[in-house]
């Protein structure tokens, strides 16, 4: 009798030890579903926010005329809330990069928008190439040098 009640609690024990480690391996995976879901979601916030400040300083340098495009080549540093902050506080980086061309008739603007992760430029999070032509002017100035 002895032996039997012996082989029972064993069995007991050996069931209990495959049910926690079922129910281990079972949170382990949970956590990490969970925590690949975070950033998915982290990365889903960032471009976003990415392509919302973008489309802003898009609109805004397509109303500028071609002498204030001349002068708009900037790095605008935001914080995790997407407003300008000084270069210490920003999460992010908004870099504006402007190349004019002289065309037959006026001048064309390219316009590249590059919103990059403040703290390490080479992790971009979006980017926007734009364009824009000025009937009637010229990219050239009397030096015969681009603006």
Do not use: C
């Not at 956590?31 to 950033?39: L, S």
């Not at 340098?61 to 708009?72: A, I, P």
């Not at 990059?116 to 364009?131: G, R």
Request: glycine fraction near 4%; hydrophobic fraction near 45%.
């Amino acid at each position: 009798m002895s032996k039997k009640a012996f082989s029972r609690s064993q069995l007991f024990l050996i069931e209990l030890i495959v049910v926690v480690l079922f129910f281990s391996f079972s949170a382990a995976i949970a956590m990490m579903v969970f925590g690949k879901a975070h950033e998915l979601s982290e990365d889903a916030k960032a471009l976003n926010g990415a392509m919302a400040i973008v489309q802003s300083a898009a609109e805004t340098d397509r109303s500028k005329s071609l002498d204030e495009v001349r002068t708009n080549s900037e790095s605008i540093y935001l914080n995790e809330n997407w407003v300008k902050s000084t270069e210490e506080d920003a999460e992010y980086l908004l870099k504006v990069e402007i190349d004019l061309e002289d065309r037959p008739a006026g001048a064309m603007a390219l316009l590249n928008y590059i919103v990059s992760d403040a703290s390490d430029a080479e992790d971009i999070i979006y980017t926007l190439e734009t364009k824009k032509y000025y009937s009637g002017q010229s990219g050239i100035g009397s030096a015969g040098e681009v603006n």
